[in-house]
């Protein structure tokens, strides 16, 4: 079964890299501009417990020669008519069933100069395939879907320098949307990258972690997924995020010592050495800083240091915020830095550690899959 792993920009490697862990029969595990491609004959089911993954597919056909003039449209939806959808309706079984009549719809990527659109292609494969599975096609529109009902099943074409790759996606809603994360407000992190930022900083079961800016909880939730019985403490100055933190927590089965404090005033003398802190701080954008943070965010970094010896802090946060330069003037030592995309926006991803200690290091697997991104160019030195 071949598989398409689609993933943050700038994040390919770690999503290669969990892939690899989690499934060591996988072959042929390669990279690109956001997906990771890979093939795997084991227990389907088990993949949809990707966590750096954004969404999953199993490849049904390729097809070349698709052309870029309008009419090419109708001759690939033809073409897509002809393949076994019987059979692809077999394969997405391995992981999940879909209803005995069930909603459909068709989503397409488009690269490269097409005289198309993604909504003619979409629209004109979705009346061709409806009629094969006697399913009910949701045409999309440039506003969304032309009805309120949500699809069963979505199937997926990529088409990419005059090929298509017709695929049908593995579960029934993408991965990042998480169900444990219905309590959210302005800002919330999306999950994957939570995830991604879990495994950079190393975490194992017996670390004591620490989130400052918890918001809703996803940072904590992942390493608790990631790593069951992890001592994890979840803080924010906001009441509301914090009772939202609570309620994610419990949904998705993980136990999460939260508490309601301003960042700027917390005790950090007191929980440490050797902890871990990562967090997304505030960008100033959906949510912007407040109490004693509200004119900088130094003053937590600052005053992290006495845990942070033998440990490491791990940040995600706009790259406009400065962040890695930030914690030079501080007194950190810089492990590792990146760059992602992140929301529309260039986000920073920092690993870092108190001057004097041993400069924090990727793990092993995460630092390999990292170097074979650079030399595929799927990433610079600096990420993106």
Not at 44 to 49: G, S
Not at 215 to 242: C, K, N
Not at 355 to 382: C, F, K, S, T
């Amino acid at each position: 079964m071949e598989l398409i792993a689609r993933t943050l920009r700038g994040l390919e490697w770690v999503s290669a890299a969990e892939i690899e862990r989690r499934f060591p029969d996988a072959r042929r595990i390669r990279m690109g501009n956001r997906e990771v491609t890979f093939e795997y004959d084991g227990p389907a089911a088990a993949l949809l417990r990707l966590q750096t993954v954004d969404d999953l597919f199993v490849v049904i056909s390729r097809i070349d020669d698709v052309g870029a003039t309008k009419g090419a449209v109708a001759r690939l939806a033809q073409r897509v008519r002809g393949l076994d959808w019987d059979e692809a309706l077999h394969r997405l079984s391995a992981a999940r069933t879909a209803p005995d009549e069930f909603f459909f719809d068709v989503v397409a990527s488009i690269e490269g100069d097409h005289r198309y659109s993604r909504f003619d292609v979409e629209n004109a494969v979705g009346e061709q395939v409806a009629p094969l599975w006697g399913a009910t096609h949701l045409a999309r529109t440039a506003e969304g879907l032309s009805s309120s009902e949500r699809p069963d099943v979505t199937v997926r074409l990529f088409v990419k320098q005059g090929a298509a790759v017709v695929a049908v996606r593995l579960s029934a809603a993408p991965l990042h949307r998480r169900p444990y994360k219905h309590d959210t407000a302005p800002g919330t992190l999306h999950p994957p990258a939570a995830a991604a930022l879990v495994a950079i900083a190393g975490m194992r079961a017996e670390t004591r972690a620490f989130d400052p800016f918890c918001g809703d909880g996803t940072i904590a939730i992942e390493a608790g997924l990631q790593h069951p019985g992890i001592a994890f403490h979840a803080s924010d100055l906001d009441p509301a995020r914090v009772e939202n933190t609570r309620r994610n927590a419990a949904r998705a089965g993980v136990e999460i010592d939260t508490g309601i404090e301003d960042a700027a005033r917390i005790p950090w003398d007191r929980r440490g050495p050797g902890a871990v802190v990562i967090t997304n701080p505030p960008w100033n954008n959906a949510v912007r800083a407040a109490g004693g943070v509200s004119d900088s965010l130094d003053v937590v970094w600052r005053s992290a240091r006495p845990a942070l010896r033998g440990g490491r802090l791990c940040v995600l946060a706009d790259a406009k915020l400065d962040i890695p330069t930030r914690l030079a003037h501080l007194g950190y030592r810089r492990g590792f830095s990146t760059r992602i995309r992140l929301a529309g926006r260039v986000t920073s991803l920092i690993l870092t550690g108190v001057q004097g200690d041993d400069r924090p290091e990727l793990p092993h697997d995460l630092g390999e899959w990292r170097r074979r991104a650079i030399d595929a160019r799927v990433v610079g030195p600096e990420g993106l």
